[in-house]
């Protein structure tokens, strides 16, 4: 085995995603063979080639820095689950004691 | 006449002539939906009052005799592509009832082409998947067998053209999410080249990877919706600044003396005899065109679905972030914030999401970086590489799309790295942004569509559309099942 029940529980910590019990069993299988069929490029020999990320090559893109009209506060927080006016509202996020 | 079997190019001219109007051609469409989309379930939601309105404009447009390639047109939209206004859920439960404030570029540039909005189309959740076995709603059935399913994440489009539910969708492909789904379900799809259509407004998979192409019965249409769909645009800073052809003019040219690669690596273990029996069929049609046909060598091949599932779950678990209960969509209360996040993402998210999101975490993690998601950025310059010398020897590469046909609803759910590999001739297109396109080749014993998959270079999409439409116009195959002609 690869990975284990503690790797997928603090890995699905670390993407901000809670798991049941049952979740963990299944994933921790399933993500260990996935992972053993990835580990198949360790027979490719990469020494020296550069990796690609955008397959179709484009530099850095510039505009011009001008004002222009975007969303109103009212668009951009109207989806919000939960708001007061147009501020987003969330969970305490410092701790009190 | 069937109207299913018109295309857009002649649709036009009846609305142009008054020999049909808009809101007939909608009302057409959405009655057949109501009739025989129970047992397809394409559709997520019909958008009838939106749908009915945008054809009335048109008809009035008409009426003032404005001429543009859509004007009065229906269409089905991938639930993926922000419509202003309209619900927009990628097949998710975190995103229910989002409504987004904006028009993704194509959907903006189809309102200006005259379309009409018929409804959303059903799809994997945030389109991982290969049969919308993973929608958080429901499971798109495959018209040509409705105990199967139509591929995906695409599903819902390729279905809804196939059970003639509209005149052409729009779809997405990360790793083979409209040619796959296309191909099973017997229609035309098309990738454009990585760039050619801007991503502006697409909800985000892998954003290196994914791009909108059209769905529909026939090449022309497929022409028509590209030429309304690419082109540069600033809000994607990935848009290639290339002016767009008249998609159209390629159509009718022969393909005399054009060299068609055939990689000896697409004959993979697993493929089915009808499969491949069709395949070598519909070569020898494309030589008795005229086209010559020239062995080449993609080495890198069976590393491709390996590579793509490193690149794709990275690019996921970071694009998915932005789902964290504050911004839109669902929120599941906590006991602080992040409580409230894990909360949230636990009850909005899916199976595969989570699989995904926890893959993608794991292959970016400290001490992992290397060994997993760098390694697959290099093996993604071989594969490129592959291609690039494959494409010195030929102008288009000719593939099966798929190694089997159609399986049944359930078949492979538990089983996700066989799910996985039910796309691997169409990866390695997307790991090196080229076009590809899907075209109904035949049938299997079973009376289950095999599909055609033709590479191009990049922004070689018009040779392509030639080759198909050369094709198409020598193997005529059927696009809709008889039981849902009306």
Redesign the interface.
């Known amino acids: 085995m690869k990975?284990t029940r503690e790797?997928?529980e603090y890995?699905?910590?670390?993407?901000?995603?809670?798991?049941?019990p049952r979740?963990i069993d299944e994933?921790t299988g399933?993500?260990d063979?996935?992972?053993q069929?990835?580990d198949?490029?360790?027979a490719?020999d990469?020494q020296g080639?550069?990796?690609?990320?955008?397959?179709?090559p484009?530099g850095c893109?510039m505009?011009e820095d001008v004002v222009k009209e975007s969303?109103t506060a009212e668009?951009?927080?109207?989806?919000?689950?939960?708001r007061i006016d147009t501020f987003?509202k969330?969970?305490?996020?410092i701790?009190v004691e | 006449m069937d109207i299913l079997d018109l295309t857009i190019v002649q649709l036009r001219e009846m609305l142009r002539k008054k020999e049909v109007s808009s809101v007939e051609l909608t009302e057409y469409y959405l009655n057949r939906i109501k009739k025989y989309d129970g047992e397809v379930l394409a559709y997520l939601r019909t958008t009838e009052d939106y749908a009915m309105e945008m054809a009335r404009s048109a008809d009035e447009r008409i009426g003032r005799g404005e001429d543009t390639p859509l004007l009065g047109i229906p269409l089905g939209m991938k639930d993926i592509l922000c419509t202003k206004g309209i619900e927009t859920t990628c097949g998710s439960n975190i995103l229910k009832g989002f409504v987004p404030p904006y028009d993704a570029t194509v959907i903006r540039k189809l309102k200006e082409a005259g379309f009409v909005h018929l409804g959303r189309l059903n799809m994997d959740e945030f389109a991982m998947g290969s049969s919308t076995e993973n929608s958080a709603f429901q499971t798109t059935r495959n018209p040509w067998d409705t105990t199967r399913i139509p591929g995906g994440s695409s599903g819902g489009s390729a279905a809804a053209v196939a059970s003639g539910l509209c005149t052409s969708a729009l779809g997405t492909d990360t790793g083979g999410s409209i040619r796959q789904p296309a191909g099973l379900c017997g229609v035309i799809g098309m990738k454009p080249t990585y760039g050619r259509v801007s991503r502006y407004g697409l909800v985000a998979f892998a954003s290196s990877l994914d791009q909108i192409g059209p769905f529909s019965r026939n090449v022309s249409d497929c022409a028509t919706m590209l030429g309304v769909i690419a082109g540069y645009d600033p809000m994607d800073s990935t848009s290639i600044p290339e002016a767009v052809p008249d998609y159209q003019s390629f159509l009718g040219r022969d393909i005399k003396g054009l060299r068609v690669g055939i990689p000896a690596e697409y004959s993979v273990e697993g493929m089915e005899a009808d499969v491949k029996k069709t395949y070598e069929d519909n070569l020898q049609i494309l030589r008795d065109q005229g086209a010559t046909l020239v062995d080449v060598s993609l080495p890198h091949t069976q590393y491709a679905v390996a590579t793509y599932y490193i690149i794709c779950t990275a690019e996921a678990s970071s694009n998915l972030a932005r789902y964290d209960g504050v911004k839109y969509g669902l929120r599941e209360n906590g006991k602080d914030i992040i409580d409230m996040y894990k909360k949230t993402r636990f009850k909005g998210f899916g199976k595969e999401v989570k699989r995904r999101i926890i893959l993608g975490t794991y292959v970016l993690s400290s001490g992992y970086y290397d060994a997993y998601y760098r390694k697959a950025g290099k093996v993604r310059t071989l594969i490129r590489r592959d291609f690039d010398a494959a494409f010195t020897a030929c102008d288009l590469i000719v593939t099966p799309v798929s190694p089997t046909t159609a399986f049944k609803v359930g078949e492979r759910v538990a089983d996700p790295l066989t799910m996985y590999l039910s796309d691997i001739f169409t990866i390695p297109v997307n790991l090196a942004g080229l076009p590809g396109i899907s075209i109904p080749g035949g049938f299997d014993a079973k009376g289950l569509p095999i599909g055609l998959q033709i590479i191009g270079r990049p922004l070689d999409e018009g040779r392509m559309l030639q080759a198909a439409h050369v094709f198409e116009s020598v193997k005529r195959v059927e696009t809709v099942p008889g039981r849902l002609r009306d």
Not at chain 1, 49 to 56: C, R
């Open positions: 990975i790797t997928v890995v699905a910590h670390l993407g901000r995603l809670d798991l049941d979740e994933y399933q993500i063979s996935i992972l069929y990835m198949s490029l360790n490719l990469t080639v550069e990796p690609t990320s955008h397959a179709v484009v893109v505009r969303f668009e951009s927080t109207g989806n919000a689950p939960e987003f969330v969970p305490p996020i701790e």
